[in-house]
């Protein structure tokens, strides 16, 4: 059986992002029972100036099929960066709202 190395455990980059998107976030809130993020904090997470924040926060909301953040998510269809793009076309597919039916096809008929 192969041995982990001894020492501290390292971070990945998404779990890097939402720590930072956490921090950003306002003090004193309250993670859920899991350790998660409010869906609230996500949803500003998608405004963050960190192109990886955003893309932790489109993740995290489509893992969390978290509806409440649609309206948010649509908005992210049309960020500047490719890769918030793609993971908030992801994001929305996992959230299976129907309000995000339209704006998908919207991008993927402009899409090259």
């Known amino acids: 059986m192969p ?3 001894s020492g501290p455990r390292r971070s990945t980059p998404s779990t890097q992002s939402a720590k930072r998107l956490a921090r950003s976030s306002s003090a004193g809130v309250e ?3 899991d350790g998660e993020l409010p869906v609230e904090v996500l949803v500003d997470g998608l405004d963050h ?3 990886e924040v955003r893309m932790a926060a489109a993740n ?3 893992q969390e099929k978290a509806d409440e953040a649609v309206p948010k ?3 992210a269809l049309g960020d500047s960066d ?3 793009r793609l993971r908030a076309a992801r994001a929305a597919g ?3 709202d129907p309000r995000t039916i ?3 096809c919207s991008v993927a008929s402009s899409a090259p």
Do not use: K
């Open 73 to 75: 998510l649509v908005t």
């Open 60 to 62: 995290t909301i489509g």
């Open 31 to 33: 993670l859920g029972p």
């Open 102 to 104: 339209r704006p998908l």
């Open 3 to 5: 041995t982990r190395p």
């Open 49 to 51: 100036e960190m192109a």
């Open 94 to 96: 996992r959230v299976g």
């Open 82 to 84: 490719t890769r918030v």
